[in-house]
């Protein structure tokens, strides 16, 4: 039974005898007026919300006295519907009363609209071919409705005025009996009170009725055109939409001076909510076909992908966006198989989520489209059930979701690449050779790369010393002379990060290049390729390169792979520092063990020659010179042993201590103004007695009257006092070192020369590294040669210096520091 009468035009309708009178019971077809039965039930509307403002009051009067005169009654009056159209309905309803509280209006209502219109137009059917509505112009349709009016009475002639947009002026008159002259004269007619009974009519927005135009004073400027027509009364009712919106005016012209009568008045009234319910209608028209027309506009350029579909999977329909993005003609996408637009995971699980959409009539879900070139877009859809067209189909709001994806991928990523910081952080037990392979397989892992490398750097940065492939290259390489030196002057592409000092990314590896230089036959195919160069201060001391990613390598990418490289270069120098200090302690260990087992000698023998004769300590056959003097060279060794290695112990701890206190930024400068004069002689007081010791001529040529310099005095006393006990140490005994002071410009010029025996020119640029590396092997680095001058270094840049080492072999070598004056500026 429902479905028979939610399919006819008949809406039934329950209404309780209340304050304007709340819908108990609505069918269904109510939706024709754009209504919903929920709208009613909520008490958001209640039926008197319906009726047209002119027409309640007698409306609900009969309602509520219905059932005191008669049990049921039928009514033509008009509603608003939710478009905010007028339509004309005939309310056939009679009382049931439930109870004393329960008394309702129970019927049917019928749409009369398209009726009332048709019986305008019966008379004229002929000279209108039997066009529908629909296909009749404004102008025709008023035309039909101001001479079926006319008919009433004898030198009568009606018109239509409509109003302009901005509601200032007469813009159109529809009036086929009027003279022409006459309706030229009242088109462009601006409203206003006293402008013609029209033009007052529109300006007060109510209903105006001159008995006689000669004696009024409304058409005191146009009686003259009034009269011409044969015009001597007229009567105005101002058209007024559903909205209270004034559209123009309904008029009635007499051939003879006319008082109307009560029912002229209905009648007049009657003409104009007529033609209201025509405009008004094809205003609703207008509008929707504007609405479309926006939609449709929306549509096709919303951002978003929208695709109608059948319950099937059959596309209906789809926007611009669709095609702009799968880049397929819309003919093409409205053909096709889901499985030529969607991948095959999608598919597989399409008839579950057919399922949830028709039991829940929504669905939110990631799925994803394949593009015209085979690439794939990820998509966030939000599915629901409608009706288009009288079907049931699934509108589906597609959203790119390719950044979202991105940053997920990026958040899961970072989180592992910190996961994989913390387990490198961790590996204090492991091997060197250990530590690196960690770094270089999560190398790859992390940038999503398929092979990957990391090489060592010589001293000098001239060659690249392979240390290993990643297992997947390794696996796919068949090259059987596997080359693992590389030097960085005749390498192409991969030695660029080294002659740049900095990450090279190439991204299409294939294209042709002046860089390249080629790779032997069986190596792993490249596609794309990033390189970045790990540093220790200024100092390049490894390469990690990644390959193959499927996507373009980015910034992202060196920063996480720069990072990943140092913190296993940091964990390298703890372990060779750790290596070192182990080294030097047991050098030390073993060095005072031969000093104790030397003097334990001495004095065994001593005590037992002494228990046999005391008076031969004095007999020098029983411990000849030869003896005490082998002793004593024994002593001697292990001696200077002991001391060399304390020294090199306590500068190696000295670097270490710096270093760290340089990474956690707890190393203050406090500059003020300083007489560099002064702090050399306080650094040469400080090592006086070596000097002395090693009876070293102390040749100084520190002017008097220098100007200030801008430094910390502290801080500069300890490098200086470094600097200068390098000379001391480097200067055989007996001979001299320098120390000297000048003007440069901006700068104080120090000098602090040794007479020793110079430093091998490939040595000098590695000098102010934390520690020079002497062996190439990842296995020995660091042994011996570290350094104090990566402390003085980082003092002198600190202060906006230079520093640097002039040394030939046989001739010894000069330290040069230059220190800024003191400027009021700076």
């Known amino acids: 039974m429902d479905s028979i009468i939610n399919s006819s035009p008949i809406i039934v309708i329950s209404r309780k005898v209340d304050k304007d009178f709340p819908v108990k019971y609505v069918s269904n077809n109510v939706r024709q007026f754009g209504y919903t039965p929920e709208d009613f039930y909520s008490g958001e509307i209640k039926y008197a919300d319906l009726i047209h403002p002119d027409d309640r009051k007698l409306v609900l009067k009969a309602f509520k006295y219905l059932n005191k005169q008669l049990a049921e009654y039928l009514r033509e009056y008009r509603i608003i519907t939710k478009f905010g159209e007028t339509r004309y309905v005939e309310d056939r309803v009679h009382i049931k009363s439930y109870d004393n509280e329960n008394v309702h209006i129970e019927g049917t209502i019928l749409d009369i609209t398209e009726r009332k219109h048709h019986e305008l137009i019966k008379q004229q059917k002929n000279s209108n071919n039997w066009k529908p509505l ?11 409705l101001v001479t079926n009016a006319e008919k009433v009475r004898s030198g009568l002639i009606c018109a239509v005025m409509l109003l302009d947009k901005n509601k200032q002026y007469i813009c159109r008159v529809v009036a086929p009996n009027l003279p022409l002259f006459f309706k030229e004269a009242m088109e462009g007619l601006e409203i206003g009170y006293g402008n013609c009974t029209c033009g007052t009519a529109l300006y007060m927005g109510e209903r105006v009725i001159v008995d006689s135009i000669e004696e009024h004073p ?6 003259e055109v009034a009269l011409k027509a044969g015009i001597k009364a007229s009567w105005a ?9 004034i559209l123009g005016v309904f008029v009635m012209y007499f051939n003879v001076p006319f ?3 009560k029912a002229c008045f209905k009648y007049l009234k009657a003409n104009a909510d007529l033609a209201a319910i025509e405009i008004e209608h094809r205003i609703v028209n207008e509008t929707f076909r504007e609405s479309e027309h926006k939609f449709k506009t929306i549509f096709n350029n919303i951002n978003d992908q929208i695709y109608v579909s059948e319950l099937n999977g059959n596309l209906i329909d789809v926007n611009q ?3 702009d993005s799968l880049g397929h003609t819309k003919d093409y996408i409205l053909r096709s198989s889901p499985l030529d637009i969607v991948p095959s995971w999608y598919v597989q699980r399409a008839s579950e989520l057919l399922k949830v959409i028709e039991r829940d009539r929504r669905a939110m879900y990631e799925a994803a489209a394949i593009r015209k070139d085979g690439s794939v877009i990820p998509l966030e859809i939000n599915a629901r059930m409608i009706d288009y067209n009288g079907k049931k189909t699934i509108l589906s709001v597609a959203r790119d979701i390719t950044e979202r994806k991105k940053a997920e991928k990026a958040k899961l990523l970072n989180e592992s690449r910190l996961e994989t910081l913390i387990k490198l952080n961790e590996m204090t037990a492991a091997s060197l050779d250990e530590i690196a392979e960690f770094a270089k397989e999560e190398a790859v892992r992390l940038t999503e790369s398929k092979l990957g490398y990391l090489a060592f750097m010589n001293a000098d940065e001239t060659v690249l010393n392979m240390h290993s492939w990643s297992k997947s290259a390794m696996g796919d390489c068949s090259v059987s002379d596997k080359h693992f030196t590389y030097p960085v002057k005749t390498t192409g592409l991969w030695g660029e990060a080294v002659r740049q000092r900095k990450a090279v990314i190439t991204n299409d590896y294939t294209a042709p290049s002046s860089l390249k230089k080629g790779y032997p036959e069986g190596h792993v195919e490249l596609t794309r390729h990033m390189n970045v160069p790990i540093f220790d201060g200024d100092h390049i001391v490894a390469v990690a390169g990644v390959g193959n990613k499927e996507e373009d390598y980015n910034e992202s990418d060196v920063r996480q792979l720069t990072l990943l490289m140092q913190g296993m270069w940091k964990l390298v120098q703890r372990k060779q520092l750790i290596g070192a200090l182990s080294k030097y302690s047991e050098e030390l260990s073993k060095a005072n063990t031969e000093l104790r087992s030397v003097n334990m000698i001495k004095s065994e023998f001593l005590a037992e020659n002494m228990k046999k004769d005391p008076e031969s300590l004095h ?10 003097h082998l002793l004593d060279d024994s002593q001697k060794e292990a001696i200077s042993t002991l001391l060399r290695n304390s020294e090199r112990l306590k500068r190696l701890i000295d670097t270490v201590l710096y270093s760290n206190l340089q990474q956690s930024g707890k190393i203050e400068y406090s500059f003020a103004s300083v007489n560099i004069g002064g702090i050399l002689s306080d650094a040469l007081l400080n090592l006086i007695l070596l000097i002395d010791e090693k009876e070293l001529v102390l040749e100084k040529a520190i002017p008097t009257g220098l100007p200030v310099a801008r430094g910390d005095k502290e801080k500069l006393t300890e490098m200086f006092i470094y600097l200068i006990h390098n000379a001391i140490n480097f200067t055989p005994k007996g001979n001299s070192i320098s120390v000297g002071v000048s003007e440069e410009d901006d700068y104080l010029h120090v000098t602090i020369t040794d007479t020793g025996e110079g430093i091998d020119k490939e040595l000098i640029p590695h000098l102010f590294n934390k520690m020079y590396q002497v062996e190439d092997s990842i296995t020995r680095m660091y042994q011996g040669l570290e350094s104090s001058l990566y402390i003085c270094k980082d003092t002198v840049v600190a202060h906006q210096g230079n520093i640097w080492v002039e040394s030939e072999i046989g001739q010894g070598s000069t330290v040069h520091v230059n220190i800024p004056k003191w400027s009021e500026m700076g």
């Not at 009712?237 to 919106?245: D, K, M, Y």
């Open 134 to 144: 629909t296909e009749i112009s404004l102008e025709d349709v008023l035309g039909l």
């Open 218 to 223: 409304y058409w005191a400027r146009h009686r």
């Open 237 to 245: 009712e101002p058209i007024v939409a559903s909205t209270g919106e």
């Open 259 to 261: 008082e109307p009568k």
């Open 321 to 323: 966006v669709v095609i």
């Open 619 to 628: 007999v020098y056959d029983m411990f000849d010179d030869e003896t005490l």
